[in-house]
Nanobody
Framework: QVQLVESGGGLVQAGGSLRLSCAAS????????MGWYRQAPGKQRELVAT???????NYADSVKGRFTISRDIPKNTVYLQMNSLKPEDTAVYYC???????WGQGTQVTVSS
């Protein structure tokens, strides 16, 4: 069964940090291209960060220098380290298998001012 399960969301004050995890199972492997997206209330889902099969990374301008995407291939897990969080980072965060097009169920991140 193919699954992507996110965890690590929560409520944090502005300036704080969170680390999101996305555990892959089934035929999805973290060695393939993976991405993190987010969707705030009333807004479209947007790209946050991606990591390619070769390891190169890409970030939205709004999170550059604050967020870091990484992966642990033996654990089949992708991470999103989020530092210096801002209220505008509040959203549901989703991971996606870029290679296979599967989405996780999302995890809520709320940043209070």
């Amino acid at each position: 069964q193919v699954q992507l399960v996110e965890s690590g969301g929560g409520l944090v004050q502005a300036g704080g940090s969170l680390r999101l995890s996305c555990a892959a199972s089934g035929k999805i492997f973290a060695i393939n291209a993976m991405g993190w997206y987010r969707q705030a209330p009333g807004k479209q889902r947007e790209l946050v960060a991606t990591i390619a099969a070769g390891g190169s990374t890409n970030y939205a301008d709004s999170v550059k220098g604050r967020f870091t995407i990484s992966r642990d291939i033996p654990k089949n897990t992708v991470y999103l380290q989020m530092n210096s969080l801002k209220p505008e980072d509040t959203a549901v965060y989703y991971c996606k298998s870029e290679a296979f097009g599967y989405w996780g169920q999302g995890t809520q991140v709320t940043v209070s001012s």
